[in-house]
């Protein structure tokens, strides 16, 4: 019974960590246009900060601890499948590494990057999670 609850945990902090990486980079497209001084950027910085802080970071330590407390009771740490979705999970993690720089690149008043650049970045945790999903369904190895 405890593996289900630890499943559920998983399923719930994934679903917590990917809204968060998919909502900060479209907060940094509205944040990018704004002058740093002005009472929007101030808001934004806020929002971002709490986002990260307090959503983001707890949901990916869970979603973590949970993912490798399954991996290694019910399969060992064995399969192809599964050693490419840590992979995934490694890389989704670094972009999440890169979303907090980028928070506080506008928390300083830092920002070089275009609007555009974090619609593209947008993207990346998207592509991650749709192979993820895919080899945890798919099993094709």
């Known amino acids: 019974m405890i593996d289900l609850w630890v499943k559920v945990l998983h399923v719930v902090a994934i679903i917590s960590w990917m809204a968060g990486l998919l909502y900060l980079p479209r907060l940094f497209v509205y944040h990018a246009g704004l002058a740093t001084d002005s009472?929007?950027?101030?808001?934004?910085?806020?929002?971002?900060?709490?986002?990260?802080?307090?959503?983001?970071?707890?949901?990916?330590v869970v979603a973590w601890l949970?993912?490798?407390?399954?991996?290694?009771?019910?399969?060992?740490?064995?399969?192809?499948?599964?050693h490419a979705k840590l992979l995934l999970v490694v890389a989704l993690s670094a972009h999440h590494g890169f979303q907090g720089r980028w928070?506080?690149?506008?928390?300083?008043?830092?920002?070089?990057?275009?609007?555009?650049?974090?619609?593209?970045?947008?993207?990346?945790?998207?592509?991650?999670?749709?192979?993820?999903?895919?080899?945890?369904?798919?099993?094709?190895f």
Request: proline content about 5%; cysteine-free.
């Open 39 to 60: 009472d929007a950027a101030q808001l934004f910085v806020l929002m971002e900060y709490r986002l990260y802080r307090y959503i983001m970071i707890p949901a990916m």
């Open 66 to 82: 949970t993912g490798l407390w399954m991996a290694w009771s019910a399969f060992g740490f064995r399969g192809g499948w599964l």
């Open 103 to 140: 928070r506080r690149a506008f928390a300083l008043g830092q920002n070089a990057r275009p609007a555009r650049f974090y619609r593209i970045q947008n993207e990346v945790p998207t592509l991650l999670m749709i192979a993820i999903v895919a080899l945890v369904i798919l099993k094709p």
